[in-house]
């Protein structure tokens, strides 16, 4: 049996993701594709309490390091309860967040480098890769206005500076610029329309 591809779906605080989410989803069920959905941290139940303890404004500040640990511990539940047994089965997989996310918010946003984000994903999937992945590039600033008309209360890294933000958008960048046969950047500062037809082009490029 042929395995299932990997799709991760990355950016920054407000870029419009889970509307993206869905738009792949119909896509590859649209070339007859089974596909199972995730993400990250989460997608267990036990990974799922480490995204409420990340998350929670509540936790407060957290070393760098911890944050970037329990991130890879949530991953390693989502791969073997989740992502490899679909894969195995044939089964496409979007996944909101990867391991770029933590190449991004740990080793840009909280500066650590790319060094022990590299390192852990050489113990975990040392022997997996996304297929694909998505960027939803958005300034900051439009990208936080969106979170604020929401209505919803902020998560811990909503409630992060702005510099903070810049330095997770600057390293998406920079990892797109280092792999892009494996990155697609999509500008998702456009109206989710437009946003979605990026999307699906992209897929239609590297995918069909």
Excluded at 60 to 71: F, K, T, W, Y
Excluded at 110 to 123: K, N, S, T
Aim: hydrophobic share 45%; net charge negative; aromatic share 4%.
């Amino acid at each position: 049996m042929t395995r299932g591809r990997l799709i991760t779906l990355e950016g920054g605080e407000g870029a419009g993701k889970s509307s993206a989410v869905e738009a792949i989803r119909g896509w590859l069920i649209s070339k007859g594709r089974q596909v199972v959905v995730t993400r990250e941290p989460g997608g267990t139940p036990v990974a799922e309490k480490i995204r409420h303890l990340l998350l929670d404004p509540a936790t407060g500040d957290l070393a760098p390091m911890s944050e970037l640990l329990l991130m890879f511990a949530a991953r390693a539940e989502n791969l073997d309860k989740v992502i490899r047994p679909a894969l195995a089965a044939g089964q496409d997989v979007i996944c909101d967040r990867f391991t770029d996310a933590s190449l991004a918010y740990q080793g840009g946003g909280r500066q650590l480098g790319a060094e022990p984000v590299l390192a852990l994903a050489d113990i975990v999937h040392p022997d997996l890769q996304a297929d694909l992945t998505l960027v939803l590039d958005v300034p900051v600033a439009i990208g936080m206005a969106r979170v604020h008309q929401r209505g919803e209360d902020s998560n811990r890294f909503e409630q992060t500076r702005s510099d903070f933000l810049e330095r997770v958008r600057l390293a998406y960048l920079e990892q797109a610029q280092r792999l892009p046969e494996r990155y697609a950047i999509v500008d998702a500062a456009q109206d989710m329309g437009t946003v979605r037809r990026s999307i699906i082009d992209q897929l239609e490029e590297r995918l069909a």
